[in-house]
């Protein structure tokens, strides 16, 4: 929060410690047993234009992806719903007390509403907040862990890059509601002067005082990462995603390998060549992303011979991950959906009733996926420039993430052939432009059935629903049953 009295300021001295295991966590739209056990509060802390919100967002963009249900609560929002007194400034000094009243109510409101929100339905609550004195910090981890019983991280946003400060003031904060009829060098230096203002009262975070608090404190937007008293396998994960982040200008480039044979054939899966028209798309892909000079750019595809045959011409250094192969279809792969709905009704009806949980038999299912391609986030955030050459499911998985869908859409999202995506991520998002190359192509999307699959082809719905969801129906003990968190593997839920 804004502007209490200032402390005494401490030497810094917290521990670099590794990360430890990532597995994955259970998914939690509401609140179940089988989301993050135990809620957590992450609170934010730092001075203005530090990249906090930055942050607070991108990090609530992989939680929801991996399926910890996550928001976030940001005081400025707040503060602009409750007055349209800002002037100058002046409304951030200390010593204003008509506007610190105002600036401790309005975080006093966010607070519980993320308190108000982990009780109803989240997993996680990102608290978006300056929180710039031990006295601020205290009174919150009495209010999450001591009152509520649930954690606390503090995540502190430190930046010494003056070119970082002012390329975050300029891109964001000056186009900020704060400053909408200002001119921009006079809100620029109104900016500075609310920093300054901040940075009266501001007590950075240290072990010598605060040793008892859970901390991270992440430099100059990933440069640097110490760790302070970690708990469980949640902040093992936000380590984990922390330590890939960057802030370089990057583009990212998705496309599916060109029309396949079996897309000619309505088949799903297999490992077919590409069609004389896929292989006209090769040459055009190539022709299009050669001339484009990336400085630094790479080639990613699957080991599946249609994106390998897809990249063949591309001038660039190539790398083939496993990661990125299609869905594994189990015993429905190389079969046109008709055939699928005439020898396993019973599954077809599963996967119409809900297709992200659905697991074909012996494959996977479009949680598996995620899952299997949370190491390819994690190393497109870290990357430079990117061409991925890959599948429809993985393909719609990874948009779902830079996109920020939720990820009950995330198997209906429309990835065409022959179409490049181009991913360029921005302040609190990612701008994305689609580029068709003028080869026709089969249209192989199936959007979601207007009717339930299962009364059509006369599957009884409990049936439907327990085979969409297999992994709740072998891992659950029924009513009454005791476990209260799953580890490993994809989002369980039990309901």
């Known amino acids: 929060m804004e502007g209490e009295s200032k402390e005494n300021t401490a030497s810094e001295s917290a521990d670099v410690m590794e990360f430890g295991s990532h597995d994955v966590l259970g998914r939690g739209n509401t609140r179940n047993p089988s989301a993050v056990h135990s809620p957590h509060v992450i609170c934010m802390v730092g001075l203005p234009a530090r990249g906090k919100t930055y942050i607070a967002k991108k990090l609530a963009r992989y939680l929801n992806w991996i399926g910890v249900n996550t928001r976030v609560f940001n005081v400025g929002e707040y503060r602009r719903q409750a007055t349209t007194l800002y002037r100058n400034h002046d409304f951030f000094r200390a010593g204003n007390q008509e506007a610190m009243a105002l600036r401790l109510a309005v975080a006093d409101a966010a607070l519980q509403d993320t308190l108000k929100f982990l009780k109803e339905e989240g997993d996680v609550a990102i608290f ?44 964001v904060k000056v ?220 393909l719609r998985c990874l948009l779902a993430y830079f996109l920020e869908k939720p990820l009950i859409q995330l198997p209906y999202i429309r990835v065409p052939l022959h179409t490049l995506i181009k991913l360029t ?27 339930p699959t299962h009364k059509r082809l006369r599957i009884n719905s409990e049936t439907a629903r327990e085979l969409s969801d297999r992994t709740a129906s072998s891992l659950s003990l029924g009513q009454g049953d005791k476990v209260v968190k799953t580890v490993g593997g994809p989002q369980f839920r039990f309901q």
């Open 128 to 171: 978006d907040a300056t929180n710039t004195t031990r006295e601020r910090r205290q009174m919150v981890y009495d209010t999450v862990v001591l009152t509520h019983g649930y954690k606390c991280l503090f995540l502190e946003s430190i930046c010494d890059s003056p070119q970082l400060i002012e390329t975050n003031i300029l891109d």
């Open 425 to 451: 991520p921005v302040a609190y998002g990612c701008e994305i432009e689609y580029i068709r190359l003028p080869i026709d192509a089969v249209d192989t999307h199936r959007p979601r059935p207007i009717s």
């Open 175 to 394: 186009h900020s509601p704060d400053y909408k009829n200002m001119d921009k060098e006079e809100a620029l230096q109104d900016f500075l002067r609310r920093i300054n203002h901040y940075k009266e009262v501001y007590v950075p975070m240290a072990e010598e005082h605060e040793s008892h608090l859970s901390f991270m404190k992440i430099f100059n937007a990933g440069e640097k990462l110490t760790i302070n008293r970690h708990e469980g396998n949640l902040q093992s994960r936000i380590v984990y995603w922390l330590m890939n982040i960057h802030i370089t200008p990057r583009t990212i480039y998705l496309t599916r390998h060109g029309e396949s044979e079996h897309n000619l054939a309505g088949k799903i899966g297999g490992d077919s060549d590409l069609s004389p028209r896929g292989e006209l798309y090769a040459q055009a892909l190539a022709e299009f992303i050669n001339k484009q000079d990336i400085p630094g750019m790479r080639v990613w595809t699957s080991w599946m011979k249609r994106t390998i045959q897809t990249a063949k011409d591309i001038s660039a250094p190539q790398e083939r991950w496993k990661a990125l192969n299609e869905i594994d279809a189990g015993s429905c792969e190389e079969m046109t959906y008709e055939q699928i709905a005439e020898k396993f009704p019973a599954e077809f009806a599963a996967r119409d009733l809900n297709k992200l949980t659905y697991r074909y038999p012996g494959g996977e299912s479009y949680e598996d996926l995620v899952a299997r391609l949370e190491p390819v986030i994690m190393e497109l955030e870290r990357q430079g420039n990117v061409v991925l050459i890959g599948h429809q499911a993985v």
